[in-house]
């Protein structure tokens, strides 16, 4: 009996392994669909630029190893970052995969290489809301752009107020402000500059 559970269990994650569009999953389609309207809202800009001027997103530990060259030709990190957004949008529907990471347990929510304009979603981590999603797909879109995670600081408590985790959080701050809802719950660190914004502009509760 044991073994054919054993035999059951990896069947299900080797063919779990396959990789599939993210259309197929209705969910992220809809999270595919509310990348621009974030890209495109004023407050997105407005509080990325503000915390950058105060110093408050962390760009140092080899985070700009790729794009040094790129970031000579613009006012601040920060403007180049809102310049690949504003230019080449979030990813599109061909750019988005599912897959299943092999360790059901993993935290990870998505993979993507630095510079490759394409994501992979992690099934096993796809138990979300749509809202949750864009964070992730903003998120990773800034690895698309090149920007890299210190090597040996792969978690998020070590790289909160790293650019791609402070956009893909006020992301989803703001697609949850937009669509009238007043509190959330947020069960993972925050850069604390950014939950001062939020409170300064009266966005959301966060519980």
């Known amino acids: 009996m044991k073994v054919h559970l054993l035999i059951i269990f990896l069947y299900l994650i080797l063919t779990g392994c396959t990789v599939t569009n993210g259309t197929q999953n209705e969910t992220v389609n809809k999270a595919i669909n509310l990348q621009q309207t974030i890209i495109n809202d004023p407050l997105f800009e407005k509080i990325l630029t503000e915390l950058e001027t105060s110093g408050q997103i962390d760009w140092s530990e080899g985070r700009t190893d790729y794009i040094r060259e790129k970031l000579t030709s613009y006012k601040s990190n920060t403007d180049w970052l ?84 402070v956009a893909g959080d006020l992301a989803e701050i703001l697609i949850s402000h937009r669509m009238g809802i007043k509190e959330k719950v947020m069960d993972k660190p925050i850069c604390p500059a950014l939950l001062q914004k939020i409170e300064e502009y009266k966005l959301i509760v966060i519980k």
């Open 82 to 165: 809102l310049s690949e957004y504003k230019n080449k949008g979030g990813f599109n529907k061909d750019s988005v995969f599912l897959w299943r990471k092999f360790n059901p347990l993993s935290s990870t929510t998505a993979v993507t290489s630095q510079c490759i304009e394409k994501t992979k979603l992690n099934k096993w981590n796809l138990n979300r809301n749509e809202y949750s999603i864009l964070n992730t797909l903003i998120h990773e879109r800034v690895h698309s752009f090149c920007q890299v995670h210190p090597k040996g600081k792969q978690t998020r408590e070590a790289n909160k107020c790293d650019a791609s985790y």
